[in-house]
Each structure stands twice: as structure tokens, then as C-alpha cells.
């Protein structure tokens, strides 16, 4: 079964907008994680936040976590082209199993 | 380091043919781990391993076998390929011995059973 669950499914922005991806999940987690695919490529990590972490930046990504709302959100600013990717979740349910959400497709226009 | 490696890239088969779908890494990780995915559907985790001789199942483990007796091979057998199993798969290994460190995914392996 899908712990996580992103949304929205697709999204589509112009450049340099903001792009907000939500994430919501069953169990208690360890951690959680962001990954991005672009099209026909394998899964590339973004950032992982702890379960007592509320907020972590990377550059331009800024991800938040609630853990008693069992959500996160990952905020992508000033968005460029090459961010057109679907972007996933991971959540840690079991210490040996990551479960990834059906992702969030972003599509931004130059 | 040429990090996790997958062949072939495409494989087409047939009804009832059995294929290796081959995975290594040159990171000395110890986990690893098979999804396969399906459009809309998000990646499903297939089998994993913790280490040398250690293997286990993951979410959707049936039609598929798996071995691991190196640290940088985890190949992925099907024993007799269905059209359920037509999908793309991903292998995957990580610094940690759990599932919550961060994952190194291969290119993927593009499968058609007609």
C-alpha cells in the first residue's frame, strides 16, 4: 500500500514562480525524504528531514515537515525549466522498507 | 565511482521466458533494494537486502527471486515473465543499513512481456 501521497498530481507554473508539492502519510515515520525524476531517468535525492525536524533548506528547495498532521510540503522558489520533473516522496514506515507516494508532476514554462 | 549500474536498458520477452535483471553498485553500500514502476502507481518496492546472504521481501515480491552474494551485485531474477510484470525497474542502494538513509538509484530497466 502507498504511505505517501502527494499533491497535486500535476502542477504547471511559469519560470521563476514558486512550486508547492504536498505530501501526507499513514504511519509514524524515522524520516522522510524528496526525490526527483525527470523523465525516462532514475530517482535523484533532494533532501531528507528528520521526524524532529519541522524545516530544512537546500538552496532553492525548502521543505517543512508536521509530523502530527503526518504532512510535508517541498517549496521549489524562483523555479527554472530544468525543475520540470515528477517529484516523489519517500517515508520510512518499517526500518528496512522506503515507501514512495505516486508523485507530484511539475511542469514549468519557460 | 560509477555509482549504481543496470543492464540491459530495454528487454523485451515473451510469455513464460525467464530473465536476470543485473544491478551492481561500487560504493560498498550494504542495503539494496528493487521497485518496479508502473505509470500512476509510483515505485513499489520488490525485494531488498541488508547485506552478503541476507535478502527479504518487499511490498510486491511474487513472480520475482533475488540473491546477493557480493556486497556489489543484487540481481533480480523472473522466473517466468507475465504481462503483469511489464513496468520499469529501478534498483537502488544506500550508505546506511536502513531503508530511511538516502537511496542511489540505477538508470532503470525498461521491461515489455508480450
Known amino acids: 500500500s502507498q504511505q505517501g501521497e502527494e499533491d497535486p498530481q500535476a502542477l504547471s507554473i511559469q519560470e521563476g514562480e514558486n512550486a508547492t508539492m504536498n505530501c501526507s502519510y499513514k504511519?509514524?515515520?524515522?524520516?522522510l525524504q524528496w526525490y526527483r525524476q525527470n523523465s525516462g531517468r532514475g530517482l535523484v535525492h533532494l533532501i531528507l528531514?528528520?521526524?524532529?525536524?519541522r524545516e530544512k533548506h537546500s538552496g532553492r528547495l525548502r521543505v517543512t515537515l508536521d509530523t502530527s498532521k503526518k504532512s510535508s510540503s517541498l517549496l521549489i522558489t524562483a523555479s527554472r525549466a530544468a525543475d520540470t520533473a515528477s517529484y516523489f516522496c519517500?517515508?520510512?514506515?518499517?526500518?528496512?522498507?522506503?515507501?514512495f507516494g505516486k508523485g507530484t508532476l511539475l511542469t514549468v514554462n519557460p | 565511482n560509477a555509482g549504481v549500474t543496470q543492464t540491459p536498458k530495454f528487454q523485451v520477452l515473451k510469455t513464460g521466458q525467464s530473465m536476470t535483471l543485473q544491478c551492481a553498485q561500487d560504493?560498498?553500500?550494504?542495503?539494496m533494494s528493487w521497485y518496479r514502476q508502473d505509470p500512476g502507481m509510483g515505485l513499489r518496492l520488490i525485494h531488498y537486502?541488508?547485506?552478503?546472504?541476507?535478502?527479504d521481501q518487499g511490498e510486491v515480491p511474487n513472480g520475482y527471486n533475488v540473491s546477493r552474494s557480493t556486497t556489489e551485485d543484487f540481481p533480480l531474477r523472473l522466473l517466468s515473465a507475465a504481462p503483469s510484470q511489464t513496468s520499469v525497474y529501478f534498483c537502488?542502494?544506500?550508505?546506511?543499513?536502513?531503508?530511511?538513509?538516502?537511496?542511489?538509484f540505477g538508470p532503470g530497466t525498461r521491461l515489455t512481456v508480450l
Open positions: 537502488a542502494s544506500n550508505t546506511g543499513g536502513l531503508a530511511s538513509d538516502t537511496q542511489y
Open positions: 519517500a517515508t520510512d514506515g518499517s526500518n528496512y522498507k522506503l515507501t
Open positions: 537486502s541488508v547485506g552478503a546472504g541476507i535478502t
Open positions: 560504493m560498498n553500500h550494504e542495503y
Open positions: 528531514i528528520r521526524s524532529n525536524e
Open positions: 504511519t509514524s515515520i524515522n524520516n
